[in-house]
């Protein structure tokens, strides 16, 4: 347990997603096949321009990864300009900076040992014992024994404070519910007329802000037993409960986590902690209580790596950690929540009405023509 709660300080995911929201093109995956399909769920698109390595790579995509210092540190990455991002664009003065925490090299449960270790012998993408080093966005390559970052140059290499070689997999539940009046009824929204919905979120201890309650898969552990006991741990300090409470807390748990769900991304996620040789994936899953009656039980509380925790209504006006906030926005597009007070807007943020033309003031002759 210690070796766990040790690795979630340095790990809990939480999204750092910088994704693009452009459409796939049809360059080709290259040497990461089934990219296109793994990418583009529920509408997140990875610019595949970006995975095989032309010259089109987005400031939006693969931005976090490319920051200094590097998290929890003073190291500063070398620096990749956009163009020199993908690994299939020559670069051959790159000289990226070596840098692997030192809680990750004093060999803590949930880290892999250095690839120079002569015991160490790393099954990269396929199921290695209880370790999953598969990637969900298909096959990664594998340079001088070390695993190679899909999204392409970050300008560090080693492990940073990700434990893993290659993919180091998360977990992010994404818990709702709708906003009610004493009296029960769903509250909706004055301008969009669309229902409120409520999520729950943490102020993460590292940082400080707001953002999805998750964290990191243990080996052997499956997505969905991760999904809850992150909840369990981060939003209701399951870890101090006594046994009987947690008991009951289970039990609540088990209803809510046993509905049927919404698998908003899967994949992997631009995060300020990935490496040219470690990098972050998520599943981010909305569980939703649309009666209220499983959420109205469970009282929340901050515990493991958050410092608080409450419901926080949802709409464009949230500021979450990194870009937690595109995942909370499809949530709410799934559901047919309140989200904007503006009009309908398209995946890129512009909107997909016709701009209005003026009305003439009484009394005018004519109508002036609307200045798009």
């Known amino acids: ?7 979630k300080t340095f790990a809990t995911l939480s999204l750092s997603v910088a994704l693009a929201s452009v459409p796939v093109k049809s360059s080709g995956c290259l040497s990461i096949p089934a990219c296109r399909d793994s990418f583009s769920l529920w509408g997140f ?9 032309s010259n089109g790579a987005k400031e939006t995509s693969h931005k976090k990864a490319r920051t200094s210092p590097y ?4 190291v500063q990455r070398s ?7 993908g690994w299939f664009v020559e670069w051959q003065d790159y000289n990226p900076v070596e840098y692997t925490a030192v809680s990750v090299l004093a060999g803590p449960r949930w880290a892999d040992p250095q690839i120079s270790e002569s015991t160490f012998s790393p099954k990269f993408n396929e199921k290695d014992g209880h370790v999953e080093r598969k990637s969900q966005n298909g096959l990664y390559e594998i340079e001088n024994g070390r695993p190679r970052n899909p999204a392409g140059r970050t300008g560090l290499v080693g492990r940073g404070l990700l434990g893993r070689w290659g993919p180091n997999h998360a977990a992010d539940p994404i818990i709702t519910r709708w906003k009610k009046d004493r009296r029960g009824n769903k509250i909706t ?3 969009s007329g669309k229902n409120i919905l409520q999520f729950v979120a943490i102020k993460r201890k590292d940082c400080g802000e707001w953002a999805i309650p998750g964290g990191m898969v243990d080996p052997g552990e499956k997505i969905s037993a991760a999904l809850k006991r992150e909840f369990g741990e981060e939003a209701l300090n399951s870890l101090q409960k006594s046994s009987a409470e947690k008991r009951e807390l289970e039990e609540q748990l088990h209803k809510l986590f046993s509905q049927e769900h919404l698998v908003i991304y899967k994949g992997y996620v631009d995060d300020p902690r990935n490496t040219d040789n470690a990098w972050m994936e998520t599943e981010a899953v909305n569980y939703h209580d649309e009666t209220g009656e499983i959420l ?3 009282t929340l509380e901050a515990g493991d790596d958050a410092g608080k925790v409450k419901w926080v209504d949802i709409s464009d006006k949230l500021k979450l950690y990194a870009s937690h906030s595109q995942f909370i926005k499809r949530v709410a597009e799934k559901r047919d929540a309140h989200w904007s007070e503006n009009s309908e807007t398209d995946c890129g ?3 997909s009405k016709s701009p209005r033309k003026p009305k003439a003031k009484r009394g005018a002759g004519t109508e002036k023509k609307a200045v798009i």
């Open 1 to 7: 347990m210690a070796g766990r709660l040790l690795g």
């Open 45 to 53: 698109h990875l610019n595949s321009n970006i995975m095989s390595g």
């Open 71 to 74: 998290p929890g540190s003073k």
């Open 79 to 85: 620096q990749v300009p956009n163009e020199k991002v």
């Open 189 to 191: 929204h004055p301008i």
């Open 296 to 298: 109205d039980n469970l």
């Open 349 to 351: 943020g512009h909107s």
